[in-house]
Each structure stands twice: as structure tokens, then as C-alpha cells.
């Protein structure tokens, strides 16, 4: 499948302060982009999509930021809080609506 | 509330028997799903797709003996692990997309997982 991959494994900061989880992916011809957030022993949880069609789509507390030109997709979180601590992952759409996840990187929020 | 759910959330086999494990779609119907396996600390790879009237098909280097799957109805998609080993404790992820697998984009969701420990 495509390779889907993330820089850093573990982000740590501060409550109240803002979070950017990066991922870069390998396959130009990906038109879709998934967060998702997973918290320990359970299933991943959907946080904000986006279409190659857009660079930026935000939501509530959430941004997705989309560089066709570099392959690179990134989440920001503001004023990001405890409950957000949790391994978050992308994924990018492949063939026959598949998704490939990404390595995952550990937010741990500091109260 | 949950749309996708797996039975069991956790299950412990001896080492040379089969465990099943079931998907189901709440309130929508899915032609296709998606099984998923982690392993602890690591990301999630899929293992194959789950079609509703047809064989499933798996990922490159997924024994399609060894996890056999059976999508029996538009709700239902199972995945047995056969003679299982503890090479193969991991956690197993089901998925569906909402719109059954019709639409172009949408998200898929997640089960909340089954993990296997096999002693």
C-alpha cells in the first residue's frame, strides 16, 4: 500500500497552548486526508477530513492543512486541552476507497 | 453513539484454536469493510477487505487462510483467526464507511477494537 509516514512520535505541551501534528505522504495521486484520534484499547476516532481539492479546512478546535506540492498534511489543535491526549494518525485514501495509516504521533498534554 | 461494532472487545485462546470476531454496521448498511491490526505502540495496517456477496480481499503478505473472513450480510462482516498463534495477539479494527461504501470520499468508522492474546 502507500506509505503514509510522521517526523515526530511524541509531542509534548502545555495545556492551553496550540498543537501541530505533521504527516507526509508518498502517493501525489491521493485525493483524500483523514484525522483520526485513537485513545488507549479503543478504535480510532474520526476528527476532520479534507479533499485534495482544498489546502485548509477547519473545524471545531481543528484545522487540517493540506501541501499538495510537498505531500505533506498537517493538524493543528488549539488551545489544546487534557482530553486530547490520545495517538493521533492520518490517512490517506488509496485505491478501491482502502486508507493507509500513517506511524502515529503521541500528544501528551501537560496540564 | 457508535456506529460500527465489534464482539468481543477481548479475547484469550490457547494456542491451535480458532477465535471469531464480528463487525457490525448500526443502523446502515455496508457493503464493504475493513479489518485492521495493531500492534501495540504501532499503527494500524490493513489486513483486507470484507465484500458483502464475494470473496474478501486481502493485503500483500495477509494469509487469506489463515484469516478468513466472511461477510454474510449487509450488517455483518467476520474475521476468524485460524489455528492462532501468540504471533498473532494483536488488536484487531474493523471499519465501515457510513455511506456503505457508495461514496466517492467519506470517512470510514471504526469499531472500538478487539484485542486477541493468544497463550
Known amino acids: 500500500g502507500e506509505s503514509v509516514g510522521l517526523h515526530l512520535p511524541t509531542l509534548s505541551v502545555q495545556e492551553g497552548d496550540n498543537s501541530i501534528i505533521n504527516c507526509a505522504y508518498s502517493?501525489?495521486?491521493?485525493?483524500?486526508f483523514i484525522w483520526y484520534k485513537q485513545e488507549s484499547g479503543k478504535g480510532p476516532q474520526f476528527i476532520i477530513d479534507?479533499?485534495?481539492?482544498?489546502d485548509k479546512r477547519q473545524g471545531q478546535r481543528v484545522t487540517v492543512l493540506l501541501n499538495k506540492t510537498v505531500k505533506h498534511l498537517s493538524l493543528q489543535i488549539a488551545a489544546t486541552q487534557p482530553g486530547d491526549s490520545a495517538v493521533y494518525f492520518c490517512?490517506?485514501?488509496?485505491?478501491?476507497?482502502?486508507?493507509?495509516f500513517g506511524s502515529g504521533t503521541k500528544l501528551n498534554v501537560k496540564p | 453513539g457508535a456506529v460500527v461494532s465489534q464482539h468481543p472487545s477481548r479475547v484469550i485462546c490457547k494456542s491451535g484454536t480458532s477465535v471469531k470476531i464480528e463487525c457490525r454496521s448500526l443502523?446502515?448498511?455496508?457493503?464493504?469493510m475493513f479489518w485492521y491490526r495493531q500492534f501495540p505502540k504501532q499503527s494500524l495496517m490493513l489486513m483486507a477487505t470484507?465484500?458483502?456477496?464475494?470473496?474478501?480481499?486481502?493485503e500483500q503478505g495477509v494469509e487469506k487462510d489463515k484469516f478468513l473472513i466472511n461477510h454474510a450480510s449487509l450488517t455483518l462482516s467476520t474475521l476468524t483467526v485460524t489455528s492462532a498463534h501468540p504471533e498473532d495477539s494483536s488488536f484487531y479494527i474493523c471499519?465501515?464507511?457510513?455511506?456503505?461504501?457508495?461514496?466517492?470520499?467519506?470517512?470510514?468508522?471504526f469499531g472500538n477494537g478487539t484485542r486477541l492474546t493468544v497463550t
Open positions: 471499519s465501515a464507511h457510513l455511506t456503505g461504501g457508495r461514496s466517492y470520499n467519506s470517512p470510514l468508522h
Open positions: 502517493n501525489s495521486a491521493s485525493d483524500y
Open positions: 479534507i479533499r485534495s481539492n482544498m
Open positions: 490517512a490517506e485514501k488509496g485505491n478501491f476507497n482502502k486508507f493507509y
Open positions: 443502523d446502515f448498511q455496508a457493503t464493504t
Open positions: 470484507s465484500n458483502e456477496g464475494s470473496k474478501a480481499t486481502y
